[in-house]
């Protein structure tokens, strides 16, 4: 019992000089993202050990330094121990779950055709992303790109949170059947700088039937795509 309260001692401890380091640093005009990711983890570590050895020495009746200096590593380990193991059992339930502990996204751009009403788009336009695990609404930017033959293309992205080859981008415009985009990726993709080869749609499904559109010559819609 007397560790269990020391590690919470500790925690407290070390999110409060967290916060104090970054407050000062933050006061005395040091960049705040410095402060809080260099500075911070400093402070924190050094109060995390103050507390712990401040409550082992209160409440364990530890009165030498060598006493005081053993129960603290020993709480320490303990604490490097419950953290270690949390994350692994964190990241074995995400893996059997299909999830990434670290989701990445995929930015996007779909070049659309030329008779593409710029206001609809801004104001109606929807991408999803459909996989075998689940369904997410892609954030598509305010501003529209335009390609040097004067087509409109939308820009945006969407997290991949599940570890699959099974996705599909989905386009809905007002008045238009939904085309649908396979995404040429592995279920676990690496980041990539520049963005791949313009893709065909792959689907165009109405609202009476589906049609496969692969290998139709038809560049109506296309897409390309990066990982970030």
Known sequence: ?????????????????????????????SDNLAAFIVIGPLAAVAGFVTAVAFTLAIKGEVRTFR???VRSLAVILMTGALAT???????????HLGMMAKAPAVEFEIRLPRTAAAADLKREAQVELLTDQNQTLAQIDDGLLATEDGRAVLRGSVPLKFRTSERMVVLSLPGEAQRAFRL???????PSDEFGPWHMVDRVMSKTRTDTARGIPDDTFAIRYRVL
């Open 85 to 95: 193991g949390g994350y692994g059992l964190r990241t074995a339930v995400l893996s």
């Open 1 to 29: 019992m007397l560790y269990i309260i020391s590690i919470m001692a500790g925690v407290l401890g070390a999110l409060i000089s967290w916060a104090a380091a970054a407050m000062i640093a933050a006061a005395t005009g």
């Open 184 to 190: 040429r990726l592995p279920a676990n993709p690496s």
């Open 67 to 69: 006493g005081l200096a």
